[in-house]
Each structure stands twice: as structure tokens, then as C-alpha cells.
T-cell receptor
Framework: GAGVSQSPRYKVAKRGQDVALRCDPI?????LFWYQQALGQGPEFLTY????????KSGLPSDRFFAERPEGSVSTLKIQRTQQEDSAVYLC????????????FGEGSRLTVL | DAKTTQPNSMESNEEEPVHLPCNHS???????IHWYRQLPSQGPEYVIH???SNVNNRMASLAIAEDRKSSTLILHRATLRDAAVYYC??????????FGTGTSLTVIP
């Protein structure tokens, strides 16, 4: 596709449910990032992939958060046993390796945990 | 973390220049300065970046202080479509981007 695609755009979950958020990066982009953005705040880094390798997961807030990118393209962010504090917009971004680092963001997935 | 400090909000009249400041006193020698903007209900959009020298592109200009502890994003003629939250970011390492608090820019017709 022309840009980074994320689905679903909106997700409502009951506390304790598991959710999965999908990111389709721009074709050929090697690097992929996940960010979490709480209401009124700037995006906060969660994790980074280069191809299928997860090189940095230092921003994942707990072991309930898990991300994968098994074939180096599509990525999934999974949140187990969701809590109310997980309510946020989850942004995915991709970039070409070797560029000056411009990130291309998707529109985000808004998660609301009731 | 590589911290940046920005004013929470600014206003500008349409078709006038806008100067958005950013302080990054803890910047290290290899940190790049990036600016992104975010419109409501959208993901952030790249604006410009630089290391030491001032930079210009079709969207904006970036003026970097000589000591690199501050920078200014310059929109030469603000339009209503420029109303957004502008983030000043230090890129530390190859793929570490730390977003600041952002400045909410209001453009007055």
C-alpha cells in the first residue's frame, strides 16, 4: 500500500481480555516501531524491529505486552489481560534502513479498556 | 532519556511566519534533531531534521543554535492546515526517537 496501515482503527475491550493490533508497514521498509500515545501526551516508544529481529523492547510496560514480526513485514502487538491503564492510541511507524531516519506513521489503533 | 522542552501552546495569524522553539540542553554530539507534527486523529508526520547546520525543505526551516542546546522550527507562512501539535525529538542512536511534550499550534484566520 501507499502508507502504513493499522487495524483495527478502534477497539473496545473488557478488562482482562486479550487484544491484537496489526500493522502493515510500507513495502520494503526494514525498520518498524510501535509507540503508545495516551490522551494529551506525546507518543512513547514501545519496541523496534529490524526485519524480523526485535532489537529493542525496552519500552514495553509489562510482560503482558508482546510484539512480533515473524516474516519481517506485518507486525502484531498483543496485549494480554488488558487493564484500564492500557487505554491509548497505539501507533506503528516504519522506515527504510539507511535513510536519515524519517518515520512514516500509521493512523493508529485506539484501544479503550472498560 | 534525551529530553526536549517545548511551550505547551502557541498562536499565529494566518500567512504570518511562526517560530516554534525547543530546548534540548542534554543533547549529545551524535543526536539528530527531528521535528514531527500531528494533526487530530492522525499519526505524526515528518517535518524536518538536522544535526548542526540550519536546514530548509519545502515544509519548513530548522535553525539550530551554535551550541546545539536549542533549535527553532520556522514555518514561513502559516496556513490553517498547519494547525497541529509539533514535536521536537532527539534521535539518539540509530533508531531511538524520544518525543517531547509538543507544542499545540493554533492558526488564527
Amino acid at each position: 500500500g501507499a502508507g502504513v496501515s493499522q487495524s483495527p482503527r478502534y477497539k473496545v475491550a473488557k478488562r482482562g481480555q486479550d487484544v491484537a493490533l496489526r500493522c502493515d508497514p510500507i513495502s520494503g521498509h526494514v525498520s518498524l516501531f510501535w509507540y503508545q500515545q495516551a490522551l494529551g501526551q506525546g507518543p512513547e516508544f514501545l519496541t523496534y524491529f529490524q526485519n524480523e529481529a526485535q532489537l529493542d523492547k525496552s519500552g514495553l510496560p509489562s510482560d503482558r505486552f508482546f510484539a512480533e514480526r515473524p516474516e519481517g513485514s506485518v507486525s502484531t502487538l498483543k496485549i494480554q489481560r488488558t487493564q484500564q491503564e492500557d487505554s491509548a492510541v497505539y501507533l506503528c511507524a516504519s522506515s527504510q534502513r539507511g535513510t536519515a531516519g524519517e518515520l512514516f506513521f500509521g493512523e493508529g489503533s485506539r484501544l479503550t479498556v472498560l | 532519556d534525551a529530553k526536549t522542552t517545548q511551550p505547551n501552546s502557541m498562536e499565529s495569524n494566518e500567512e504570518e511566519p511562526v517560530h516554534l522553539p525547543c530546548n534540548h540542553s542534554t543533547i549529545s554530539g551524535t543526536d539528530y534533531i527531528h521535528w514531527y507534527r500531528q494533526l487530530p486523529s492522525q499519526g505524526p508526520e515528518y517535518v524536518i531534521h538536522g544535526l548542526t547546520s540550519n536546514v530548509n525543505n519545502r515544509m519548513a526551516s530548522l535553525a539550530i543554535a551554535e551550541d546545539r542546546k536549542s533549535s527553532t522550527l520556522i514555518l514561513h507562512r502559516a496556513t490553517l492546515r498547519d494547525a497541529a501539535v509539533y514535536y521536537c525529538i532527539l534521535r539518539r542512536g540509530g533508531n531511538q526517537f524520544y518525543f517531547g511534550t509538543g507544542t499545540s499550534l493554533t492558526v488564527i484566520p
